[in-house]
């Protein structure tokens, strides 16, 4: 079976710094899909981006890039100048080859201070 | 566009009560839908998907059921709460197709006395 695995519960940034957040995922599949998902205090699932596998460019969405490690198996979050409406929990997922299930990690908490 | 929307968006229950909450999905036609509970300050947890009416598939074993009688209709009901299932529980709803992600409702917070 997958898993996700998100090695940092709560991390910090400085308004306007730069921060990574960490995935690892561990799978016998070479053909996947990988998202991050933000919930705010909310509580809403918001989409913040998503990587094909068999795709060796990193996506970008504005100020969150990834960084996709598929030999390590690592699927990292960076977000550039942060910004005090990226606190929120951050959630790495994993979709294979079912195409139905997402596995998700247990979050990393996000603050951003001032 | 297409739009999800759960209901209700508190409730509590005594323990032993029914529960039934519903989620709809407008915009689409044959998507896959999902609940997920979410324990405080932790990930998501899949109870169970459909991939069409009437087809439910149970990630865990657990006194939750849920039903799927229209394609854009999905319903999580128990016969008798716990306190263990107290939780946030999410619906969400996607396209069949992989590389597509999953979108999410506004969530039920359900709190069992």
């Known amino acids: 079976a997958q898993t996700v695995t998100q090695s940092q519960p709560e991390m910090s940034v400085q308004e306007a710094e730069t921060v990574t957040l960490s995935c690892t995922y561990d799978t016998s599949e070479s053909d996947y899909y990988l998202f991050w998902y933000k919930q705010p205090p909310s509580r809403q699932m918001i989409l913040v981006i998503r990587?094909?596998?068999?795709?060796?460019q990193n996506a970008t969405e504005n100020r969150f890039s990834v960084n996709f490690q598929k030999a390590a198996k690592s699927f990292s979050l960076k977000i550039s100048d942060s910004q005090l409406g990226d606190a929120a929990m951050y959630f790495c997922a994993y979709v294979g080859t079912s195409g139905s299930r997402l596995t998700f990690g247990e979050g990393t908490q996000l603050t951003v201070n001032p | 566009s297409q739009t999800i929307h759960q209901w209700p968006a508190t409730l509590v229950q005594p323990v032993g009560s029914p529960l039934s909450l519903e989620c709809t999905v407008e915009g689409t036609s044959n998507p896959n839908l999902y609940w997920y509970r979410q324990a405080a300050g932790r990930g998501l947890q899949l109870l169970f998907y459909s991939v069409g009416i009437g087809q439910i598939s149970s990630e865990v074993p657990q006194n939750l059921s849920a039903s799927r009688p229209q394609d854009r209709q999905f319903i999580l009901s128990s016969k008798k709460l716990l306190l263990s299932d107290s939780g946030f529980y999410l619906c969400?709803?996607?396209?069949?197709?992989?590389?597509?992600?999953?979108?999410f409702g506004d969530g039920t917070r359900l709190s069992i006395l």
């Open positions: 990587q094909e596998a068999y795709k060796q």
């Open positions: 969400a709803w996607s396209v069949r197709s992989r590389d597509q992600p999953q979108h």
